[in-house]
């Protein structure tokens, strides 16, 4: 097993292919971590969260005031300038190089955002760059790169905060992740190319409004939004491969892991408070009209997709988003609808009437999808729940977990999760969710196994969707993308074939 700090431990002349294979296997893998790997990741903890930097606000003002100058048109096309310098000088396999580095990262990741999630998001890179659309809307190819290890790596910070304590710090994962792709990334990736990545982790998370954080010792700090314009392509592709698995049955799967326990989640607005773990769990899980907020926050992501052509519905999330991208995530809420109509009368009411009011015509759209599912989801909804079938779906919804959200304590989160549905919720609902699990593991998680499978086989070609005219640049291009597409379909297959 590599270490991410053996920094020369990678030939550049690497079989591609044979390589991703190798690292996707290695972070998918239950193997515990090098010593020396645990030991540095604890050192890191110790510098970002230590008692002198209260919330970590030294840390995040530092980042803050290094990365100002990137809010500006005029600083981000300065330092694109002199990033595109840099390209000539990357290996056409940076991308194994740079998964090789954070594997460590990547396998310390909590259920909810894990290891699967992290590899998921070079699934769903794959499946935004096979726009046709983009052979003739060329890409600046600085963007294109900065984007796309953006994308992948933009979570790495979650391995050493947590993600649902951002309500206490400054800091958060998205600038802890930065700081950690400026730290370990520096000998692979040159300054300027290295800056522009540094800034798309850190803005990914997307505020809409400072956020005001009383620290311990009492007084107020500000975690402020970031001021570079969400149009520019690599911030956008960063934030559209994680947005990407914020629908459908990946959402789904992550929701109920990490909500299993009390947890301070951004609902848009604030952060959701509860008043203990029983009062968090039955707010989430329990399906009278006034909880289920599990399934309003899914709701939410996915009603925030939809726009018409003429602009209408644009929000600040999905306005540069295009017709291609908006297509994949409006074919996975679909899998959510059919979802919501096992479990939830509420929720699939809400989805077609929020939808439908930005989109009229996806009122009949829905409606014909029910309607030619009705005989199945009838099925499902009456389904006899006794103890031995009880037993059989959770056995393999639990299964369907590991496939999708591998994570070292994904199993605590799921025995959480049974014995709360158990104590907290009645029967009809807790019998409802499992009608629901069995839903997905036996016809959503197939079908989207197969529709992703479909959408990963193609050549993406890189190289003929980028601005330069340069035949070096072109060519580095195309072998990144085949070096992407290679780490793509590797994950996917490792994590649907166990």
Not at 133 to 156: A, F, P, Q, S, Y
Not at 323 to 344: G, M, Q
Request: aromatic share 8%; with cysteine.
């Amino acid at each position: 097993m590599c270490t991410m700090f053996h920094k020369n431990a990678l030939n550049y002349d690497i079989d591609t292919g044979a390589e991703s294979a190798t690292l996707v296997c290695d972070i998918l893998d239950d193997k515990p971590l090098l010593e020396q790997d645990l030991s540095e990741i604890e050192k890191i903890r110790k510098e970002i969260t230590h008692d002198d930097d209260e919330g970590g606000e030294q840390l995040y003002n530092g980042l803050r005031e290094w990365l100002t100058s990137l809010d500006t048109d005029a600083g981000w096309d300065e330092t694109k300038a002199k990033a595109r310098q840099e390209l000539g000088s990357l290996s056409p396999n940076v991308l194994d190089i740079i998964l090789q580095r954070v594997s460590p990262l990547m396998k310390e990741l909590p259920a909810g955002h894990s290891k699967g999630h992290a590899l998921r998001d070079s699934v769903n890179i794959t499946k935004i760059l096979g726009d046709k659309n983009l052979e003739h809307d060329k890409l600046d190819e600085v963007e294109l790169l900065t984007g796309i290890i953006g994308g992948m790596i933009h979570d790495i910070g979650i391995s050493i905060v947590d993600r649902y304590a951002e309500v206490n710090a400054v800091i958060g994962h998205a600038e802890v992740g930065a700081v950690l792709a400026d730290k370990y990334l520096s000998d692979i990736i040159p300054n300027n190319l290295r800056k522009l990545l540094t800034y798309n982790i850190a803005a990914h998370t997307n505020y809409q409004k400072d956020r005001a954080v009383v620290l311990s010792d009492g007084h107020e700090a500000v975690a402020k939004t970031y001021g570079g314009k969400d149009d520019r392509y690599s911030l956008w592709l960063t934030r559209a491969a994680d947005r990407n698995d914020a629908a459908g049955m990946p959402s789904i799967v992550r929701n109920i892991a990490v909500n299993a326990t009390n947890i301070q989640e951004y609902n848009g607005d604030s952060f959701d408070r509860f008043a203990d773990e029983k009062d968090s769990f039955i707010q989430q899980f329990d399906l009278s009209p006034d909880n289920a907020k599990i399934l309003k926050h899914i709701n939410m992501f996915a009603t925030n997709f939809y726009k018409n052509p003429d602009g209408t519905g644009e929000n600040i999330y999905n306005k540069y988003d295009s017709p291609h991208f908006t297509k994949l995530v409006s074919d996975s809420n679909k899998d959510t609808l059919l979802f919501f109509a096992i479990i939830s009368d509420d929720a699939k009411n809400e989805l077609i009437a929020k939808a439908a009011a930005i989109q009229p015509d996806l009122s009949t759209t829905f409606g014909n999808l029910l309607d030619e599912h009705k005989q199945l989801i009838e099925q499902y909804q009456t389904k006899e729940i006794n103890d031995d079938e009880a037993t059989r779906i959770w056995q393999e919804f639990r299964s369907l977990c590991h496939k999708i959200e591998p994570a070292k304590d994904l199993d605590d989160k799921l025995d959480i999760w049974l014995d709360k549905a158990n104590q907290w919720l009645s029967a009809s609902d807790r019998d409802h969710w499992l009608r629901g699990f069995a839903f997905l593991t036996e016809n959503i998680f197939p079908r989207w196994r197969n529709e992703t499978e479909k959408l990963l086989a193609h050549n993406l070609q890189l190289g003929k969707k980028i601005e330069s005219n340069d035949d070096g640049i072109k060519e580095l291009f195309t072998k990144l993308g085949d070096n992407l597409q290679n780490i793509a379909e590797q994950s996917f297959r490792q994590m649907t074939s166990k």
